[in-house]
């Protein structure tokens, strides 16, 4: 399901919301600031994997 923004997403989706929490500052900080580009469960995972791509 597709949702206006991050917010949107994070209070609809309590799964969501638990993923965006375990992820490191920098990472949540990222996210935040393309609100509108993150619209979707899939949309915060995938962003989340390319932005954390080179921690391993």
Known sequence: MKYPNLDGLL???PEARQFFDKLPD????QIRTRPG???SFES???Y???LTRGDG
């Open 11 to 13: 209070r609809s989706e």
């Open 26 to 29: 920098y990472v949540r900080e």
């Open 37 to 39: 580009g993150v619209n």
């Open 44 to 46: 915060l995972r995938d």
């Open 48 to 50: 989340a994997d390319n």
